[in-house]
């Protein structure tokens, strides 16, 4: 695996994949990437991978095989996305002998088009389980920074004194990241998942894999001493009410801090525009390719301080 200059800032930050290939390829033929020796890679860019390769989609292990190939020749940089988390701990036991993720229907349907990808090459499963091991939790230098889901500088900065030099997760942590109410699994809980905050008067709701939901995604991006709970939440919830947002802290992500990317949200492309940017410090380039009428977007960075939505590229 070859490592990636960490001045260096021409990077296509690309989104939620999740197993569809053709989307890939299309996006980065479209970014001006070609595969004339077995990769893909461009003479002035790299990509940054935000996570969330598998699932959903059915061309798993094309997908795995673009992004871990650019990877190892230095033409990429993937972090891990819950998703790919997940199937570590769908695969990993305990000191009890207990799976890290338990095997419920739940957990068990979300990884189902995975595990069927790969039922007649288990060999390569495990070898991808140990490799998306090695996949960082965050990326930052002078410029930027990247995560899958949420960028708190307090977890991060906990994280920094937790993980290995690459901001990787050792295999004698994931025991204690999968034990509810360490900081560690609070620190991975929002990194990789996002900020969730409880549902008022007892309101619930149902999510698009159709299980209740008690809790619902917040903007960690935004102030929450000026939300209400209908603003504050990523998605439109119709139970949400238009009262003000009660938060345990005001920790978010201001304006004057580095442009931060980050994917996981299933942003909707309305109905003839254009993708765009959350802030000009704030990109989400997650825009539901895994539903039949999603996009996959890459945001082209060239070290600028405010992000443009212009520099959005998709492909349907």
Request: contains cysteine.
């Amino acid at each position: 695996m070859k490592a990636i200059d960490r001045n260096f800032v021409n990077f296509d930050i690309i989104g939620d994949i999740h197993g569809h290939s053709n989307d890939l390829k299309n996006l980065l033929s479209a970014l001006g990437y070609t595969n004339k020796k077995g990769f893909y890679q461009h003479p002035e860019r790299k990509v940054l991978f935000i996570g969330d390769y598998i699932d959903r989609g059915i061309n798993i292990i094309e997908v795995l095989d673009i992004v871990k190939k650019m990877v190892d020749n230095g033409e990429a940089i993937a972090l891990m996305g819950n998703h790919e988390y997940n199937a570590i701990c769908y695969n990993t036991v305990n000191s009890n002998g207990d799976y890290l993720r338990e095997h419920n229907p739940k957990n068990f349907n979300q990884h189902a088009v995975t595990m069927a990808a790969f039922m007649q090459v288990p060999n390569m499963y495990k070898m991808y389980i140990e490799w998306f091991k090695m996949l960082p939790l965050f990326y930052e230098n002078n410029h930027f920074r990247a995560v899958h889901a949420c960028w708190d500088n307090e977890q991060i900065t906990y994280l920094k004194n937790r993980l290995d030099e690459n901001n990787c997760l050792s295999n004698s942590l994931f025991e204690e990241a999968n034990t509810e109410g360490t900081q560690l699994n609070i620190a991975i809980e929002t990194v990789l998942k996002g900020k969730e905050a409880k549902l008022p008067n007892g309101v619930t709701f149902i999510d698009k894999d159709r299980i209740l939901r008690t809790e619902f995604r917040t903007k960690w991006w935004e102030d929450p001493a000026t939300m209400t709970y209908n603003s504050i939440s990523v998605h439109p919830i119709h139970e949400l009410p238009e009262i003000p947002f009660e938060f345990e802290c005001s920790n978010f992500y201001t304006e004057i801090e580095k442009p931060v990317f980050f994917g996981h949200y299933w942003m909707e492309q309305k109905a003839n525009t254009r993708p765009h940017i959350l802030k000009e410090n704030v990109c989400c380039v997650d825009f539901s390719v895994a539903k039949g009428d999603g996009i996959l977007v890459s945001y082209r960075y060239s070290g600028e301080d405010k992000l443009n939505s212009k520099q959005l590229v998709f492909v349907k």
